[in-house]
């Protein structure tokens, strides 16, 4: 036996990002334990922009100066290839455009600890206090979201699934206002995700059982040497597949989606609602397709059921909805549904990389957009905070013109209109699912959509072309943060629909290579 | 013989043709975001933004003339638009160059109008910007090298009408009425956007190059492409049976009426078909089709024309059946080519300046619109009688004046084809001679009907010196393009020319019958309108009357086809369903609405059963995946 | 034989799913999920036995940590609502459906 041991490499340089941002949260730990409370603000918010932009710097040096590593990092732990990179970018824009909707005060509690209506939150209120755990939390969240779709051994993903998502839970019960809403939203993210964790560590051992190993290329070179299926590695990936989809809120685990949606803080909705996604996506495409990918003749008829299955229900369950935020939490079950989609259509490594880049491009237009339409949620505001439900929404067009104009395009891409972004996602995902054989799927996708289009374009409706309530909602004066994500998300939602091209090539490029096992 | 062949170009006037798009869209976006900062001045950077694009199209037709009469086809690259499907450019023309200079043309004129017109509305900067964004959207649709970029202008224009048609959406006909317009050019899009698919899987390719040098392959469904095209057409261009939203779209200022509803973006349709005519001519049926729908639209047009009270629906009345005759050259093939867009090109001229003429009669009369309170302006309003008189002569066709070339040249090329259409033509015209007439005489001759309030006055400088110019171009406009084949010859580069050209034979027997036939009435107009007492309030009438006051009765047409059993259905489902959703959702959605508010009551909102769904998810999956694993 | 394990393991999982379907107290839900991550940290060391590797057996540490980060952050939740409500009936936070 060889006794000496040997140092594993750490490839420091393209692990950068993601070491910045851990780093930036360890640090913003040790700011609320030593810096002055009316400090810790002034600290905190720069801070956080620094580390995720100097993320996204790093990230643009490691793609344009060092070039696109062609090995997994860190011992084959993590992955940092062209698709992660691009998800990357993606998750650190979107983190930073919802941190900006996080630093206006108003949405979140002044003293979690305090019970609602006690005293306690008087002198809280009173006083101004503020949690600024709050930006430390979503940094470790974002560490978890950039790691979960990098990582290339199983056990990495799960460190950082619980990475991304425990932050997340306690931010959930952060909000403000109706903090009843918002702490049964805690607590249900809580428990279902535990649960959802559960499952997905028991996949993980019973592949570890058949394959002997949870690193991912490890699993499927053990796929590639065993005949006949394996009941161990059936359930396996069905429970591992079950964590994942609970993540991205797939049918039937998407029951959590619209109440954690409605109760969490909006800014934190956004931040789920974009990044979560993004990342989740990222881990799903990297397990099926770099681990199981061998195995796609027996999950992809699951994957269809369910693929089907989220779009419908995502849609259909729309329509009824009378709150603003859970008819977006529908609509994004219904749009994981479409991704799926993309998910599903494999074949040879040109049609693999097609789908992948139109997932890519998908996920990059639909996050963006979703962060706008949730920071306009948030201005839209009567006496009890947010105005949720839609009747109070009827006419708004008429008292906010320029809002609710922004608000019905930001619905028409949803929606999936020709000339806003969402057309050309919904176009490269749907068209590679055509070429790679799923041609129902792609028509099941389509009805959903004009489904879809519908409740889209019902508040559209109520915005315009209904009478305003008599005592309608006032609209909150945007504070700096909020106008600069409507107008961002706005200008990429325009741009991304009249000129995707460059996009698209990006897309395109980081797809080419596929991911490194 | 064909079309010429399409270069690529690069450099001078016409490599930077794209600024005639980008300056009007960069005005819009100035006036949009700008927001009430640019409220003073923001009439002028509309008229200066139009008159840019104007001076950039006069300099790109100069140096298009300055090229050999077989290099006038140019194609300028600017951008990839979707990787492997759609490289956008421009086209630049004589076809899109002739449009190019109607629309800035006659746009920078009625910016100039609008000044005038609109200087009391609040709104006035929005309206400034809309019309920008339209001569972007127009200029977009006649420049683009291929459909995509055509369809997006065809989109473009389509919003720009709807902005502008509900501009005053405090009234409520006004919301309708855009609305109306959005719904039944929706009918026609989809006609569009199914031909452009059928387009996409023949030939692999939009650009106009490749796809028309290629329509007449003997695999090429023409006559569908042909008929949804045409379909698409009808929608724009308010042709049979897509034809009823023009007379609402009245509604909107009268700017408006004369520029985007007259002169430019209704005769979108007459572009499409003779820029797609490489697939009319692969297809007999499909021609055919055309050049009926022309006909019946113009006689339709016609004679709801003699029956509208309101100036401005007899104005347009007049505007469908004219785009009937353009249509219906247009189907006639290279024959009819350069007559239909010659008459398209006067017709913006006349038509323009009768709108324009009505609009200050109304800003005369407090917005009176009914023309039997009218009567006798012609003493009080001496220019817009003079220019309105002009474009009158030009419509009817009064020898020598505009018209009088563009539709005789029409007539006598739909007799070449077929006398059954040439005689159809001829007492269309024969009908326009009466209503055109009769509008005429009941606003400015006869007795004064006027209300009591009434003080009409000539409008002012502004808005009289672009009649004067447009009527400049009512009078001399077809005669410059007609006379020595001129306007054929400078066209058929880009669409083809017939064999032999047609004659013009000013003493044939239609040519002698139309004069003779508008003569009569014009005269039975004089006798009715002119000399006699015209009731202030429209009699009864015959049934033909009514039948034509109805416009046909195209919307209870529309309505006993389209929308009763469409509502018939919604009952029904309802009736099956009577649990429906709040009676916001109807029809088919009634159905999807019942299940939608059934099914949402999984949603508990216990933590416990979701985790139950999931387990049971779990289950499932496992479940299907080891059946499928071991199949 | 090392079937046994496994079989133990399974039976251990089962029982944190289902207490998690009946159980009504947050905590006691909690202390279920806690049961099915034990599961999986048998069904692992087991694992690691049979192909006599490591690898399970240092997966089983990482759970135990990450368990206990998650006790932290579920405590905390769970005690909040409490205070809020005086009840940590998962059936009572209730407001949130359809």
Request: net charge neutral.
């Amino acid at each position: 036996m060889n006794n000496t041991f040997q140092a594993p490499t750490i490839e420091y340089g393209q692990l950068a990002p993601l070491l910045l941002v851990f780093g930036a949260a360890v640090v913003g730990v040790l700011i609320e334990a030593f810096a002055p409370r009316y400090l810790r603000k002034s600290f905190q918010v720069p801070l956080t922009f620094v580390s995720l932009l100097g993320a996204f710097a790093l990230i643009l040096v490691q793609v344009f100066v060092s070039g696109v590593p062609t090995a997994p990092a860190a011992m084959g732990a993590v992955a940092v290839d062209g698709p992660s990179l691009f998800i990357w970018g993606v998750i650190l824009i979107l983190a930073a455009v919802s941190v900006l909707l996080i630093t206006d005060d108003d949405h979140f509690v002044p003293q979690a600890a305090a019970v609602p209506g006690s005293a306690e939150e008087d002198d809280a209120l009173a006083e101004g206090a503020a949690h600024t755990e709050v930006y430390p939390l979503v940094l470790f969240a974002v560490g978890g979201m950039l790691l979960f779709a990098a990582s290339n051994d199983l056990l990495m993903m799960f460190v950082a699934l619980e990475v991304m998502s425990l932050p997340l839970y306690l931010l959930c019960g952060l909000a403000r206002r109706r903090r009843l809403l918002s702490q049964e939203a805690s607590v249900k993210y809580f428990l279902l995700g535990a649960f959802s964790s559960g499952f997905f560590l028991y996949g993980m051992a019973l592949i570890y059982g058949f394959a002997g190993t949870v690193d991912l290329a490890g699993i499927s070179r053990a796929l590639g040497t065993v005949s006949g299926q394996d009941p161990l590695l059936l359930i396996g990936t069905a429970l591992l597949g079950v964590g994942l989809l609970f993540k991205i809120g797939a049918a039937p685990f998407q029951a959590w989606k619209p109440d954690v949606y409605q109760g969490a803080p909006t800014p934190i909705t956004a931040l789920m609602a974009s990044g979560t996604l993004v990342a989740a996506f990222g881990a799903l495409l990297r397990v099926f397709w770099v681990a199981l990918g061998n195995l796609d003749w027996d999950w992809r008829p699951v994957m269809w059921g369910v693929a089907i299955l989220t779009m419908v229900l995502g849609a259909i369950l729309a329509i009824t909805q009378t709150d603003i935020k859970r008819m977006l939490a529908y609509s994004s079950i219904a749009h994981a549904g479409f991704l799926l989609v993309g998910v599903i259509a494999t074949g040879d490594a040109r049609q693999n990389a097609d789908a992948l880049s139109g997932i890519l491009f998908y996920l990059l237009v639909y996050g963006i957009t979703t962060v706008g339409a949730f920071a306009v949620v948030t201005v839209v505001r009567d006496a009890g905070g947010e105005a949720g439900h839609l009747s109070r929404w009827a006419g708004l067009g008429k008292r906010a013109p320029a809002l609710a104009g922004v608000f019905a395009f930001f619905l028409l891409a949803f929606a999936g209109i020709p000339l806003t972004s969402g057309f050309f996602g919904k176009y490269a995902v749907f068209a590679a699912a055509a070429t790679g054989g799923a041609l129902p799927l792609v028509i099941v996708g389509v009805v959903s959509s004009a489904v879809a289009a519908f409740f889209y374009v019902r508040v559209i409706v109520l915005m315009f072309f209904s009478e305003p309530a008599a005592d309608g909602p006032t609209i909150a004066v945007p504070s700096m943060g909020t106008a600069a994500v409507v107008t961002v998300a706005a200008a990429a939602t325009v741009v991304l629909g009249v000129f995707p091209e460059p996009v698209l090539r990006l897309a395109d490029q980081a797809a080419s290579t596929l991911f490194i096992r | 013989m064909e079309p010429a062949e399409i270069f690529p170009h690069s450099g001078g006037v016409i490599g930077v043709s794209w600024l005639m798009i980008a300056l009007p869209l960069l005005g819009a976006a100035i006036l949009l975001l700008g927001g009430r900062r640019t409220d003073r001045w923001g009439h002028f950077l509309g008229v200066a933004m139009s008159l840019a694009s104007f001076v950039v199209g006069v300099l790109t037709f100069v140096e298009l003339l300055g090229l050999g009469e077989e290099q006038r086809r140019r194609v300028v690259e600017l951008f990839e638009f979707i990787p492997g499907m759609v490289n956008m450019g421009l086209l630049v023309d004589p076809l899109s160059i002739s449009f190019v200079l109607l629309i800035t043309g006659v746009g920078s004129l009625i910016h100039i109008y609008s000044i005038g017109y609109m200087s009391h509305d609040p709104g006035r900067r929005r309206f400034f910007a809309y019309l920008n964004l339209f001569v972007a959207a127009m200029l977009l649709l006649v420049l683009a090298d291929n459909y995509v970029g055509m369809f997006i202008g065809w989109e473009g224009v389509g919003l720009a009408s709807y902005l502008l048609i509900g501009f005053w959406q405090h009234k409520p006909s006004a919301a309708t009425a855009a609305q109306k317009a959005f719904i039944v050019n929706r009918v026609g899009d989809f006609g569009l956007l199914v031909a452009m698919f059928l387009i996409w899987t023949t030939f692999g390719s939009f650009a106009y190059g490749p796809v028309l040098g290629a329509a007449g392959d003997a695999n090429v469904p023409a006559t569908a492409i042909g008929l949804l095209l045409l379909l698409g057409a009808c929608g724009k261009s308010a042709q049979l049976p897509l034809q009823s939203w023009l007379l609402d779209a009245m509604e909107g200022p009268t700017p408006v009426s004369a520029l985007i509803h007259a002169a430019t973006m209704v005769t979108a349709g007459v572009y499409l078909i003779v820029r797609s005519g490489a697939f009319f001519q692969a297809a007999p049926t499909a021609q055919l089709v055309v050049t009926i729908v022309g006909v019946a639209t113009l006689l339709a047009g016609a004679i709801i024309g003699t029956a509208k009270d309101d100036i401005k629906k007899a104005l347009a009345g007049s505007t469908m059946s004219q785009i009937g005759y353009m249509v219906l050259a247009a189907g006639l093939g290279p024959i009819g080519y350069a007559f239909a867009i010659a008459h398209l090109i006067t017709h913006g001229f006349f038509k323009a300046s009768m709108f324009l003429g009505a609009g200050s009669v109304m800003h005369a009369m407090n917005d009176e619109v009914d023309m039997r309170k009218y009567g006798g302006l012609a003493s009080v309003m001496k220019v817009t009688w003079a220019t309105f008189g002009l474009g009158y002569l030009a419509i009817i066709g009064f020898p020598l004046l505009s018209g009088y070339w563009t539709k005789d040249g029409i007539i006598e090329a739909a007799m070449e084809h077929s006398p059954i259409l040439g005689w159809l033509a001829v007492i269309g015209a024969g009908l326009t001679g009466f209503y055109m007439s009769r509008v005429f005489f009941m606003t400015f001759h006869g007795k004064r009907r006027w209300a009591e309030d009434a003080h009409p006055h000539e409008s002012p400088a502004v808005m009289t010196w672009p009649l004067i110019l447009l009527s400049i171009g009512s009078v001399f406009g077809g005669a410059f393009l007609i006379v020595g084949n001129r306007f054929m010859t400078f066209l058929s580069p880009a669409v083809g020319a017939p064999e032999e050209p047609l004659g013009f034979h000013p003493f044939s027997v239609p040519g002698i019958t139309t004069l003779v036939l508008v003569a009569i009435g014009a005269g039975y107009a004089w006798t009715k309108y002119g000399r006699s007492e015209v009731p202030a309030v429209a009699p009864r009438g015959s049934f033909l009357t009514t039948f034509a006051r109805r416009d046909l009765y195209g919307d209870a047409l529309n309505e006993s086809l389209f929308m009763r059993p469409g509502q018939w259905l919604t009952r029904l489902a309802v009736f099956f369903d009577n649990r429906g959703v709040d009676g916001l959702v109807n029809g088919l959605a009634a159905g999807i609405g019942g299940s939608s508010g059934r099914l949402r009551r999984i949603q508990t909102g216990f933590a416990r059963s979701y985790a139950l769904s999931m387990l049971f998810g779990a289950a499932v999956v496992a479940g299907a995946l080891l059946l499928v694993g071991n199949l | 034989m090392t079937t046994h394990y496994l079989v133990l393991s399974a039976l251990l999982f089962s029982i944190g799913a289902v207490g998690v379907l009946v159980r009504r107290n947050a905590i006691v839900v909690f202390m279920c999920v806690e049961l099915m991550l034990n599961a999986c940290n048998l069904a692992f060391v087991t694992f690691a036995r049979q192909h006599g590797n490591l690898d399970g057996q240092i997966i089983a540490f990482f759970v135990m940590v990450v368990a206990a980060a998650e006790v932290v952050v579920g405590l905390a939740i769970i005690v909040t609502i409490f205070r809020t409500r005086r009840s940590a009936s998962v059936d009572d936070a209730n407001l949130l459906k359809y």
